[in-house]
DNA sequence: CCGTACGAGGGTACTGAGTGTCGAGCGTCG
DNA sequence: CGACGCTCGACACTCAGTACCCTCGTACGG
């Protein structure tokens, strides 16, 4: 057996040579043999040993590069977090914040739909396996709190500015999975940044300054007067919708 | 060391005959020796053999009662996720859609203020202990799941209705451990409902109809008057903050 | 009164994820 | 040419979680 793992090896540097691709060929090797296993006979069927012998490497390496055995599903996200935390980061004050999250919410999305066939390959797995469902879970936790951490600085003089950040973030981040998700089930057919804008839109509406202007959108067709004796927000807010009978 | 076990487990017999409680004395016994152990010496450090060796039980009795060694931490989730539900399923459609799950969300927090010295136990672990955080990801998205269904349920006619109805039941949870962990960080002091009952009220002003009537609040503090030609509500809100300077 | 059926719990052994450690190959630089 | 350092593989180990089987107490029907 150990001599058929050495040749296995042999042909794996073999293609590596030929591929000439980034840095870490055995990284991308092991993600597409364990794709492969995953698909044909299940992630919990599917052992690291089985994967690392398809890979033709070392049971130990697998571990050098993927933390956990879920990694390996979610091999770019760490690379995805990374470019949100730095685009949050430049230009700290320029745009609204709450369109500024979306922005980097859009981020994601770009991440997803540059692999169409690999994200959806991905979200079947993950709808059916309790594990998967929650490390991604956890994954996404760390997008959400990247970007309530940006916007409890923006809303640092805010009354409630934590607490605003911390539902914004979270409403941003339930919408863009509504849409990318919904995406996702139409096997990556469509346009995604469509249906992911339009719900990032409707975050917009619902929090702080509106969306980023709309085709077709005249701003004259709403005069307001405000006569106000310190109420909040939300008061206003409010009064508005009870005089425009909405409920 | 069977013998001094054997003893250990005719006193827990002896506790259970004069606690003279509910069901399952054994669950009892096994949460309260993980608490001891992971608060003296750490969860990672404790092995599940710590554990069912201080509660003098076999080991596998402990997966009988626990699916996994994270659930004993949180004992008290499935009960409450069952109480959600029904709550949400009894008295569909009297009540206005998000101020139903506000009160549902309520529910979440009566249970953690029930025992307010174990829940703060439990949130400093949880803090500091990534495999805990990443369960307890999974347990609020399944509180989040049930509002987000019973939310489509009731937006079921409407434009968007998933979407809204994912958004809206992701600002709840937001908003809720938003409040509530700052109740936990004070060490349980203070009245949680009130903050919390805040944190919601700030929800309840974004999306839908108002929040419930706040003590000390003045409806006459706020007059509006809006001339409209078919705009949509994030454009008169944007038109408001403009108005009054906000940002 | 006895045998039996059943349910709760204990014991043993196994699988598989994840870690620590060491040693082999190999390229680089002094 | 040798020392260093980096990458990878081999082996051993811990621990969570599972399958299987055993024991004991109890209830129930003959």
């Known amino acids: 057996m150990s001599s058929s793992r050495a040749a296995a090896r042999r042909a794996e540097k073999d293609e590596t040579a030929e591929a000439a691709a980034g840095k870490p060929p055995m990284r991308d090797a092991l993600v597409a043999a364990a794709f492969r296993l995953f698909l044909e006979r299940g992630y919990e069927q599917t052992t690291v040993d ?5 890979a033709g490497v070392g049971r130990r390496s697998f571990f050098r590069y993927f933390p956990s055995k879920e990694d390996v599903v979610f091999p770019d996200h760490e690379r995805c977090l990374a470019d949100m935390t730095a685009f949050l980061a430049s230009g700290e004050g320029t ?9 980097a919410a859009r981020l994601v999305l770009r991440m997803y739909a540059e692999n169409p066939t690999f ?9 059916q396996v309790p594990g ?3 490390y991604e879970l956890s994954v996404v936790w760390r997008y959400e709190r990247a970007l309530a951490e940006y916007l409890r600085a923006r809303f640092a003089g805010r009354r409630d500015g934590t607490l605003q950040a911390d539902v914004i973030a979270a409403a941003v981040v339930a919408a863009h999975n509504n ?18 804008d339009h719900a990032l839109g409707y975050v917009q509406s619902a929090f702080g300054a509106g969306p980023a202007p709309v085709v077709g959108e005249e701003p004259e067709d709403v005069v307001v007067v405000v006569s106000r004796r310190g109420a909040p927000l939300w008061r206003v807010v409010q009064e508005i919708e009870t005089t425009l009978g909405r409920d």
Not at 183 to 195: C, H, I, Q, V
């Open 50 to 54: 089985d994967i690392v012998g398809l």
């Open 179 to 196: 849409a990318l998700r919904s995406w996702l089930r139409s096997d990556g057919r469509g346009e995604a940044s469509a249906t992911v």
């Open 119 to 127: 994200s959806v390959q991905r979200y079947r797995l993950t709808k």
């Open 95 to 103: 745009e609204e914040p709450v369109a500024r999250v979306c922005d």
């Open 132 to 134: 998967l469902r929650a």
